[in-house]
């Protein structure tokens, strides 16, 4: 089974400061992992992916986010912040090689950004 | 550009009322999935179609059907829809040799 546990509902950060949106799975096949963003009254929008290639992935937006196997996690970053960057964030995994591929998505964490 | 399109963006109904909302994609993939989204919450997915084989999650309500008469095009049909079943409706398609799903920008369902 998959599961995804992302870690601090709310998360606000001042404008230009560090974001970090923290992601931890579990799965008992190798995943993939993904980054989505969500703004108010729109879809998901993919920021980036790992699909078992570099573990340091860059997504769109400055935003990257690093594979660690041992930690079984994915967390999200971007050395600075815009307002533009307030939106809701989620992280998501799938089974790697799976027809369906059926996401498993975390609760998601709300970005603040303060001027 | 190649999208994933869903109409309306907004749908209000009323209790009991059939509804049907409509997803279309110029991207050519063979999966698609219907997501409903609640208010600070996680999209939960309802169910998908793998070309013309449609796979309901165990969880989706009765109420809740979809058909899919070509590539381009899904519906989601809500029998009687219930005060509860306002939310987001979120459509998204993938290629089946790809691991990345497309949403669409949603259809947000008001139930009256």
């Known amino acids: 089974a998959q599961s995804v546990t992302q870690l601090g509902s709310h998360v606000s950060v001042s404008e230009g400061a560090l974001v970090l949106l923290r992601c931890n799975y579990s799965?008992?096949?190798?995943?993939?992992l993904f980054w989505y963003v969500q703004y108010p009254n729109q879809g998901l929008q993919l920021l980036l992916k790992?699909?078992?290639?570099?573990?340091l992935v860059k997504g769109i937006n400055g935003f990257e986010a690093e594979f660690k196997k041992s930690e079984t996690s994915f967390h999200l970053t971007k050395p600075s912040a815009h307002m533009s960057d307030a939106a809701e964030y989620f992280c998501?995994?799938?089974?790697?090689?799976?027809?369906?591929?059926?996401?498993?998505f975390g609760q998601g964490t709300t970005l603040q950004v303060k001027p | 550009d190649a999208m994933v399109i869903q109409n309306p963006r907004y749908q209000v109904t009323q209790f009991g009322k059939p509804v049907t909302l409509s997803c279309s994609q110029t991207?050519?993939?063979?999966?698609m999935y219907w997501y409903q989204q609640k208010s600070s919450q996680a999209p939960k997915l309802l169910f998908h179609?793998?070309?013309?084989?449609?796979?309901n999650e165990a969880d989706t309500p009765d109420n809740f059907q979809s058909r899919r008469p070509n590539t381009s095009f899904c519906f989601l049909d809500i029998r009687s829809p219930g005060l509860g079943d306002a939310a987001m409706y979120l459509c998204?398609?993938?290629?089946?040799?790809?691991?990345?799903?497309?949403f669409g920008p949603g259809t947000r369902l008001l139930v009256l």
């Open positions: 799965s008992s096949v190798p995943p993939y």
């Open positions: 790992y699909t078992s290639a570099a573990t």
């Open positions: 179609y793998y070309d013309k084989d449609f796979n």
């Open positions: 991207l050519n993939h063979n999966v």
């Open positions: 998501a995994v799938s089974p790697g090689s799976s027809n369906t591929g059926k996401l498993i």
């Open positions: 998204a398609t993938r290629w089946d040799l790809g691991e990345t799903q497309y």
